[in-house]
């Protein structure tokens, strides 16, 4: 490093943004994660040992996955490398692999690569870095969002230990937010800030446990206020309002926080639970959820877990899927809100999606059962002499618009795809067939 690099990296490191600045070094600065980094835990163990194998850091953004990667960086003896692969190339992989080949054979040093949204990797930049993995050329560091069990290499996950990091709790982002405020070296301290009570248990909650945005709001509340006559630049509770506008809420539409979400509102459909379910339709509406995709989830429940106990849910959630795609926001929000009530009030039967699944199993796995001859078309030419169609018994010839014949194939007598519960609608049905039956004396 020249002077010129050195002036470089002094004035990087003074302008970045607070939170790279405030970024822990050490173990001892993290804060949070205790149920990974508690002094007892492998985690822990490891990376003060530095006996690291190969890791898969998971969870939500702002939760310290590269802070992790940072204090590894800073406590291991091996040589650390790191790549994001937003913009990481196969090319930039093999210098890598070569410099760590050499580090291993000419001074036995192990070299540490650090993948930043390594869900971003396609599979074949994923398998690249699987042999080198396995024989020990590297340990890989992998940080994502999203599932690794999805998104990663199947391979790389079962050669890695996986850690998942919470969201940090508000006690943690309070920790955080006062040392961002008074620390004079990392910190804000040296503008003289403050902050009151009221403010900071604020931006603690708002930020939903991402510790990035409460260090952002901290950031641009401190560098916008003027200072009072006391001289301290006082961040209150409107300051703090106005630093941040909106609730930061951890959803990704296709991460796990989307698959999360709409299996609660499902749930809670099916569960009878109303309030449950307007709360994660607000949670999907205020992330911006395609709202066709909760009217489509809206109409399956209906009939998936409502079914004939009320199959007017199945009207009202089509009509609500209608109007939506027609109306669209805000006043959609309305309309969801209408079927999901409804479907959540709704008696509740799974009976037909029995019925159907155990049918279409017996449909995959057993012969085709030849229909009995008097069910066939008796009208295409030809079929009278087969005997199609003779013996037919046409239902609304008799009372009631029944008559007991047999419908299903000679070898399913007597199978029963679909049992009816004593519940809403589905009980007049079963009550309706039963009687049927029973008159005619089968």
Request: proline share 4%.
């Amino acid at each position: 490093m020249d002077l010129f690099d050195f002036a470089r990296q002094q004035n990087k490191e003074k302008e970045s943004p607070l939170a790279a600045r405030l970024r822990p070094t050490t173990l001892d600065e993290v804060v949070g994660q205790s149920h990974i980094l508690g002094k007892d835990k492998l985690l822990y163990r490891a990376i003060k040992a530095d006996k690291l194998s190969s890791l898969i850091f998971y969870g939500p953004p702002g939760t310290g996955k590269t802070t992790l990667a940072m204090v590894i960086a800073n406590t291991t003896s091996a040589e650390f490398k790191q790549l994001n692969a937003t913009v990481a190339g196969k090319k930039d992989m093999e210098e890598i692999v070569e410099e760590a080949k050499n580090n291993l054979g000419m001074h036995n040093r192990r070299t540490i690569l650090f993948v930043d949204e390594i869900h971003r990797f396609n599979k074949s930049q994923q398998d690249y870095l699987l042999p080198f993995v396995e024989d020990g050329t590297l340990i890989l560091i992998g940080a994502t969002t999203e599932n690794p069990y999805f998104e990663v290499n199947g391979a790389l996950i079962s050669r890695s230990t996986i850690f998942e990091l919470k969201p940090l709790s508000k006690d943690d982002i309070i920790t955080i937010i006062k040392k961002a405020v008074y620390d004079k070296e990392k910190g804000m301290g040296s503008l003289n800030p403050t902050i009151d009570d009221d403010a900071c248990e604020f931006l603690a909650d708002m930020c939903n446990g991402d510790a990035r945005n409460a260090l952002n709001a901290i950031e641009i509340g401190v560098l916008t206020t003027e200072p009072s006559n006391d001289g301290l630049i006082h961040i209150s509770l409107e300051i703090a309002q106005e630093c941040i506008q909106k609730r930061v809420l951890k959803y990704d539409k296709d991460g796990d926080n989307h698959y999360d979400t709409i299996s609660a509102f499902i749930k809670s459909m099916r569960g009878s639970d109303p309030d449950a379910a307007i709360y994660y339709l607000a949670r999907m509406l205020y992330a911006g959820e395609d709202i066709k995709f909760i009217a489509r989830r809206i109409m399956i429940c209906a009939s998936e877990d409502v079914g004939m106990a009320d199959p007017n849910a199945l009207v009202v959630a089509t009509s609500a899927a209608t109007a939506v795609e027609r109306i669209g926001m805000p006043e959609a929000r309305i309309i969801l809100a209408e079927a999901a009530t409804y479907v959540a009030c709704a008696p509740k039967s799974n009976a037909s999606y029995l019925a159907i699944d155990k049918a279409l199993d017996l449909v995959a796995h057993e012969t085709t059962y030849s229909v009995p001859n008097h069910l066939k078309d008796a009208h295409y030419k030809g079929a009278g002499k087969l005997g199609h169609g003779q013996g037919y018994m046409y239902a609304h010839d008799y009372e009631e618009h029944y008559v007991h014949q047999q419908y299903l194939p000679d070898d399913l007598l007597g199978t029963v795809f679909y049992d009816p519960t004593d519940i809403g609608y589905e009980k007049i049905c079963k009550d309706r067939l039963t009687r049927l039956v029973n008159r005619d004396g089968d």
